[in-house]
């Protein structure tokens, strides 16, 4: 019988992890009677020699007004202890061995894939777990959107319009990077939204000859050009223009042979696009001046927000269904919004990396087929 309940929130943070936290508590608690604790870094805290370090005591004075609070009142960690070299050293039984050492009887999480892949390898572990998915990268199956994308989609299409108006004022050609990973989403959405001229996303590969051509010709026609950029975004190290810049400008040279390396889960360190583009662009249209250019990377701008009210209630409503999962004795599910209707999904289906998949008219009608 559950009693006692976990939370543990992991990867990046953004908008909208509170509100989960603040429904669940009431609700399990007004339903159910249920004691919650919260673990300081998720699967770091939890699986740390000094996990009672990390607890969090989450009762109803606690989520007192913590669903319109930014980010995650419980911090958050990569750490992976399921990866080979963790597993080797004993790390998921030690997880367990910990949660039961404390009287937990289960854990609510919220996470990415990362965070929603460590959640699959302790509920096959036999620990009672159930997720809610939470990232503005919008990458996770199952679910038609997930904690954060909301707020940061409306914040950061204000932040374009925001930086086009100066563009046009200064007679610009403006670039917004987006994060997302290997998913466009985010950048697809701030860009429609943000009134972008062009948008480039990871699932679209477009040669800079043809990027270049589009942006000399709408900078002729209009005077200004408003360019959307994922940072995910890859340039073919064999493109004929990159290779050109690449001998002009040690910048470009530099920027893009670096390599940021792997988190802990082996996905790529990104970021820079938008100023390596930013410098193709002024050499390959012969402008005069670098600041005809300007780049703008949102990055973290969209991961700290309070949560505007789609993530207040998207949590709540994520945070009620999963108590009632849970108590009603399921595990190894994420829940879900699919229309308007919550769901649940099975982890192994949740894990399928949700990409950009319109097709290419569609594409086209928002600017990122040219
Ligand atoms: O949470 C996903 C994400 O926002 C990605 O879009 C980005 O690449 C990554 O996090 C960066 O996270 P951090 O630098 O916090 O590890």
Redesign the pocket.
């Known amino acids: 019988m559950i009693k006692k309940v976990a939370f543990m929130t992991g990867?990046?943070?953004?908008a909208g992890i509170n509100s989960f936290i603040a429904a669940a508590v009431r609700h399990g608690i007004d339903k159910y009677n249920l004691e919650f604790v919260g673990i300081r870094k998720a699967f770091e805290g939890a699986c740390s020699d000094q996990i009672e370090e990390h607890l969090v005591p989450l009762g109803l004075n606690e989520v007192k007004g913590l669903e319109i609070k930014p980010s995650t009142i419980l911090e958050s960690s990569?750490f992976n202890p399921f990866s080979e070299e963790n597993t080797n050293k004993g790390f998921p039984q030690k997880l367990k061995a910990n949660l039961k050492k404390l009287g937990i009887d289960a854990v609510l999480a919220t996470g990415?894939n990362d965070t929603i892949k460590s959640c699959n390898g302790l509920h096959s572990l036999d620990f009672p777990v159930i997720a809610a998915p939470k990232?503005?990268?919008n990458d996770v199956s199952g679910t038609d959107i997930m904690l954060g994308y909301p707020t940061a989609v409306s914040f950061g299409a204000k932040a374009v319009r925001s930086t086009v108006e100066s563009a046009i004022t200064h007679r610009r050609i403006s670039i917004t990077e987006i994060?997302?990973?290997d998913a466009g989403w985010?950048a697809l959405n701030i860009g429609i939204a943000g009134g972008a001229d062009l948008i480039l996303i990871p699932e679209k590969q477009t040669g800079l000859k043809t990027v270049c051509e589009r942006v000399a010709k709408l900078y002729q026609q209009n005077k200004y050009v408003n360019i959307v950029v994922a940072?995910?975004f890859r340039i073919h190290p064999e493109d004929p223009v990159l290779k050109r810049v690449k001998e002009v400008n040690p910048v470009v040279k530099a920027m893009t042979e670096e390599t940021l390396g792997v988190?802990t889960h082996g996905?790529p360190?990104?970021?820079g696009i938008g100023q390596i583009l930013r410098r193709i662009i002024k050499e390959e249209l012969g402008l005069k001046k670098i600041e005809d250019v300007r780049a703008t990377d949102l990055g973290?701008t969209?991961?700290g927000l309070i949560p505007e009210a789609d993530d207040v209630v998207l949590g709540t409503r994520f945070g009620v269904t999963a108590v009632d999962l849970l108590l009603s004795g399921e595990s190894g599910k994420m829940v879900g919004i699919q229309g308007s209707k919550i769901v649940t999904v099975p982890f192994p289906e949740a894990l399928i990396q949700k990409r950009v998949n319109w097709n290419d008219q569609d594409l086209q009608s928002v600017g990122v087929v040219f």
């Not at 990867?11 to 953004?14: A, E, F, I, L, V």
């Open positions: 990867g990046g943070d953004c990569r990415g990232s503005i990268d994060m997302g990973r985010l940072e995910g988190d996905n360190k990104l970021g973290f969209l991961r």
